[in-house]
């Protein structure tokens, strides 16, 4: 985990100096929220974008038979939102909870329409940020629809390289789409080919 903030995700990617975008992200406000503690309930409307300080987030569902569907993992320096929720004011189907203490700054549209009146380049830039998204979501539909337990394991940990030292093996599981005793035996037949190498 390293010590990142939004100040800096943005002077680094942006032609803007430190001093302009200190003074704008003054609108914004950071929170602090305890493990397990929720920033998104299903049924409630998701009014922010998160970008996470320090922590750890996830995106999750609970289908009819109460059983959790993880959509995404959020660690430091990631976004997290329900899009669907946010810009098309439906209640979301989310859940979007700490997994760890955490700091997130809560980014409304207000803000994000003043970033890009500001910063001409912002909105390229913000473009780019949810084409990758997009992109991210068809590649992970497709490995869901085609790949096996492996591949999908290996493209997790390329993904999130450190994740697997931060949540349990079932959520890690859920993600995949997998049981965990399909995830245990998938990094067992791993092990054993590379003990083999």
């Known amino acids: 985990m390293n010590n990142f903030n939004l100040k800096t995700f943005l002077t680094s990617n942006l032609d803007i100096e430190e001093k302009e975008i200190a003074s704008l992200l003054e ?30 987030l996830r995106q999750y569902s609970i289908d009819e038979k109460g ?34 203490d955490s700091e997130v700054v809560m980014l409304d549209e207000k803000f994000i329409q003043l970033l890009s009146r500001k910063i001409p380049t912002f909105t390229d830039f913000n473009n780019r940020l949810l084409h990758n998204h997009i992109r991210q979501l068809q590649n992970r539909i497709n490995l869901l629809l085609s790949a096996t337990a492996e591949e999908r394991y290996l493209q997790f940990i390329k993904m999130y390289p450190d994740i697997l030292l931060r949540v349990p093996q079932t959520m890690v599981a859920s993600y995949l789409g997998i049981t965990p005793e399909s995830l245990s035996r998938v990094r067992r037949e791993l092990a054993h080919k590379n003990f083999k190498k």
């Open 67 to 100: 059983r959790e569907h993880i959509l995404s993992f959020a660690p430091e320096n990631w976004f997290v939102t329900d899009r669907e929720s946010t810009y098309f004011n439906r209640p979301s189907a989310y859940f979007i909870q700490a997994l760890e």
């Open 27 to 56: 609108n914004c406000t950071i929170k602090k929220v305890k493990r397990d503690e929720s920033l998104l309930r299903s049924g409630e409307y998701c009014k922010h974008t998160f970008f996470v300080e320090k922590g750890l």
